[in-house]
């Protein structure tokens, strides 16, 4: 038994059959908190506290599929150039306003985690949280957090810019679409480009354009975080 | 014929020479992210033509959320954190996410207009 799931083959197929059912489950009930992602997640840890089997074991399965991360994160690229009709004639704005919010986006993550108490781990692993996960889990490991808990951070505030983002932003009176497409593209990356996409194809383009750069932009934030830290 | 194959050979070659890249300058960038920014400069420039690389691209981001699955149930190692941390985490957050989408959205809207007002032409 031990043998067997310390094999590539059960962690693959634990997750991808899961997955499966965590995506059938959704395109029953549509709510963000059926997401399929946090379901699946969710099940095989269960399975694996009860049969008592070892992540490490799991994970030998689980690194193939995470292996895709890295072209995936490339592909991002295709998106990000079919939207590129709303950088024309704002692309120094819109590239000034994206760097402006990511960089608010950690700043604020990292000092509320602090003075609330927060590990050093912890907050480091908050900072990449706005943008999408593989970017974020690479930030995250490039500045000394956990990886794994960046992953986490990411989907729940992803899951919260796509449950409030459109609801603040119309309370706090933000109303044209390209404004309310690249707010929620910058601070919740995938999650919250799919729920801007249910706003139209200006709102969601937006956001997805807006995500891309804010994935560009944050590394490159996180290094110069890591110099100034590193300096004194 | 074979589409798919000359994506998937492209964005892995982007992604290698995002890793090359990174160790050649010696800069704190992940070599997957400077990928992605040697392949949106070469779809930009002209360079790739984005048929080339679309059904690849399609396919890996159509089941980009069953890709962090692993990822995800990695946190059974980190169970710790989550039990004496939780108020600083989500607060964090909560704050950091409503800041964000306030602070863009403000300026996008006072500085950019918007679509409603001036509708952004099809391609």
Same mark, same amino acid.
């Given at each position: 038994?031990?043998?067997?799931?310390?094999?590539?083959?059960?962690?693959?197929?634990?997750?991808?059959?899961?997955?499966? $059912? &965590?995506?059938? *489950? %959704?395109?029953?009930? +549509?709510?963000?908190?059926?997401?399929? #992602?946090?379901?699946?997640? !969710? /099940?095989?840890?269960?399975?694996?506290?009860?049969?008592?089997?070892?992540?490490?074991?799991?994970?030998?399965?689980?690194?193939?599929?995470?292996?895709?991360?890295?072209?995936?994160?490339?592909? $991002? &690229?295709?998106? *990000? %150039?079919?939207?590129? +009709?709303?950088?024309?004639?704002?692309? #120094?704005?819109?590239?000034? !306003? /994206?760097?402006?919010?990511?960089?608010?986006?950690?700043?604020?993550?990292?000092?509320?985690?602090?003075?609330?108490?927060?590990?050093?781990?912890?907050?480091?692993?908050?900072?990449?949280?706005?943008?999408?996960?593989?970017?974020?889990?690479?930030?995250?490991?490039?500045?000394?957090?956990?990886?794994?808990?960046?992953?986490?951070?990411?989907?729940?505030?992803?899951?919260?810019?796509?449950?409030?983002?459109?609801?603040?932003?119309?309370?706090?009176?933000?109303?044209?679409?390209?404004?309310?497409?690249?707010?929620?593209?910058?601070?919740?990356?995938?999650?919250?480009?799919?729920?801007?996409?249910?706003?139209?194809?200006?709102?969601?383009?937006?956001?997805?354009?807006?995500?891309?750069?804010?994935?560009?932009?944050?590394?490159?934030?996180?290094?110069?975080?890591?110099?100034?830290?590193?300096?004194? | 014929?074979?589409?798919?194959?000359?994506?998937?050979?492209?964005?892995?070659?982007?992604?290698?020479?995002?890793?090359?890249?990174?160790?050649?300058?010696?800069?704190?960038?992940?070599?997957?992210?400077?990928?992605?920014?040697?392949?949106?400069?070469?779809?930009?420039?002209?360079?790739?033509?984005?048929?080339?690389?679309?059904?690849?691209?399609?396919?890996?981001?159509?089941?980009?959320?069953?890709?962090?699955?692993?990822?995800?149930?990695?946190?059974?190692?980190?169970?710790?954190?989550?039990?004496?941390?939780?108020?600083?985490?989500?607060?964090?957050?909560?704050?950091?996410?409503?800041?964000?989408?306030?602070?863009?959205?403000?300026?996008?809207?006072?500085?950019?207009?918007?679509?409603?007002?001036?509708?952004?032409?099809?391609?």
């Amino acid at each position: 038994m031990k043998s067997l799931a310390a094999n590539p083959l059960f962690g693959f197929t634990l997750t991808v059959g899961c997955f499966y $059912l &965590a995506a059938l *489950l %959704y395109s029953k009930f +549509r709510s963000p908190l059926a997401n399929p #992602l946090l379901v699946s997640s !969710i /099940i095989i840890i269960l399975v694996l506290e009860q049969t008592g089997i070892d992540y490490h074991d799991y994970n030998q399965g689980g690194q193939i599929l995470t292996f895709f991360l890295g072209p995936a994160t490339v592909a $991002l &690229a295709v998106p *990000l %150039y079919n939207n590129r +009709r709303f950088l024309r004639g704002r692309l #120094l704005p819109l590239l000034l !306003i /994206i760097s402006l919010g990511a960089f608010a986006a950690m700043a604020s993550a990292a000092l509320t985690a602090h003075f609330l108490g927060a590990d050093r781990q912890v907050v480091l692993s908050l900072i990449p949280k706005s943008v999408t996960t593989p970017i974020a889990v690479e930030v995250a490991a490039m500045i000394g957090g956990i990886p794994e808990l960046a992953g986490v951070f990411v989907i729940i505030t992803g899951l919260l810019g796509a449950l409030w983002g459109p609801r603040l932003l119309r309370w706090c009176k933000v109303k044209s679409p390209l404004a309310m497409g690249v707010a929620i593209g910058t601070a919740a990356h995938g999650i919250g480009t799919a729920r801007a996409l249910e706003e139209g194809e200006l709102p969601g383009g937006a956001s997805g354009l807006a995500m891309g750069i804010a994935g560009l932009v944050t590394p490159a934030l996180a290094a110069v975080f890591l110099r100034l830290f590193r300096g004194n | 014929m074979f589409e798919v194959l000359r994506g998937f050979a492209i964005l892995s070659l982007a992604q290698l020479l995002g890793e090359v890249l990174r160790r050649v300058l010696g800069i704190p960038i992940p070599g997957n992210v400077l990928g992605f920014g040697l392949l949106a400069v070469a779809l930009f420039a002209g360079i790739i033509d984005v048929e080339n690389v679309a059904g690849a691209a399609k396919l890996l981001l159509d089941h980009l959320t069953l890709l962090f699955a692993p990822v995800i149930v990695g946190i059974v190692l980190y169970k710790e954190f989550f039990r004496t941390q939780w108020l600083p985490m989500t607060s964090a957050i909560l704050v950091s996410t409503a800041i964000t989408l306030v602070l863009v959205g403000k300026l996008v809207d006072s500085y950019l207009g918007g679509g409603s007002r001036h509708e952004i032409p099809r391609r």
